[in-house]
């Protein structure tokens, strides 16, 4: 057990719709992290948070947003979903003077868009 | 344009043997590389790192090789044992981009009896 806690692991909706998955770092992590892992694909980079502020941001599509919230959980929202928008997507976090990308990951949430 | 790939999708190896996994880089820019193991409906775990000032980081059974003329990276385990068998990421990052890792699509690592 990671720590990482992220809601639903499994969500199945429809093309059009829009999604939140949520995340609970790491108890005292100020770091959040998410990631989308299509099939058979690497890990994509999303975004970053820290303590509420954005950090770093990868290919995120517009359509996607997600923020960081004053308690540390964060959210990503996923709007105009799309077949392709079917994935993982991770959340991780990291305590603040950890070794560069020594992330914890949680379980992930599965969304399917039909 | 995959910066990071991991050209073997499987492997396999008997307990007890070293299991060699590769993963190869594209971008100079690179100086951390990370390998992370994945369990089925679990998160990536983080295994071990190497800075790009070093060649070689060793703990306990995992050692990890750079070879940075090469852009080549290996992690070797040794002995192998059965509750090794996972999915194993490659992950990389740059100067300045520590959070934003790239990581390759995976080696699924079997160690049959």
């Known amino acids: 057990d990671s720590g990482v806690t992220q809601t639903p692991k499994h969500l199945i909706t429809a093309t059009g719709q829009r999604v939140t998955l949520r995340c609970s770092p790491r108890?005292?992590?100020?770091?959040v992290y998410w990631y989308q892992q299509s099939l058979d694909q690497g890990l994509q980079f999303l975004i970053q948070?820290?303590?509420?502020?954005?950090?770093a941001k990868g290919n995120i599509l517009e359509r996607f947003s997600a923020q960081q919230f004053p308690d540390l959980h964060s959210e990503l929202n996923l709007s105009s979903l799309e077949l392709g928008d079917s994935a993982l997507y991770f959340c991780?976090?990291?305590?603040?003077?950890?070794?560069?990308?020594?992330?914890?990951f949680g379980e992930g949430s599965r969304l399917t868009v039909l | 344009d995959q910066q990071v790939k991991q050209n073997s999708p499987s492997l396999s190896v008997q307990e007890g043997r070293i299991s060699i996994l590769n993963c190869d880089y594209t971008?100079?820019?690179?100086?951390?590389f990370l390998w992370y193991k994945k369990y089925p409906a679990e998160g990536p775990t983080f295994l071990i790192s190497?800075?790009?000032?070093?060649d070689k980081n060793e703990d306990g059974r995992f050692t990890v090789f750079l070879n940075k003329s090469a852009k080549h990276l290996s992690l070797h385990i040794v002995p192998s044992q059965p509750g090794d068998s996972a999915v194993y990421f490659c992950?990389?990052?740059?100067?300045?981009?520590?959070?934003?890792?790239?990581f390759g699509t995976g080696t699924r690592l079997q160690v049959t009896l």
């Open positions: 948070y820290y303590n509420g502020e954005e950090r």
């Open positions: 992950a990389a990052s740059g100067t300045g981009t520590a959070s934003k890792l790239t």
């Open positions: 971008n100079s820019m690179f100086d951390y």
């Open positions: 190497i800075s790009s000032i070093k």
């Open positions: 991780a976090s990291s305590p603040t003077g950890a070794a560069p990308g020594e992330l914890f």
């Open positions: 108890s005292g992590d100020l770091s």
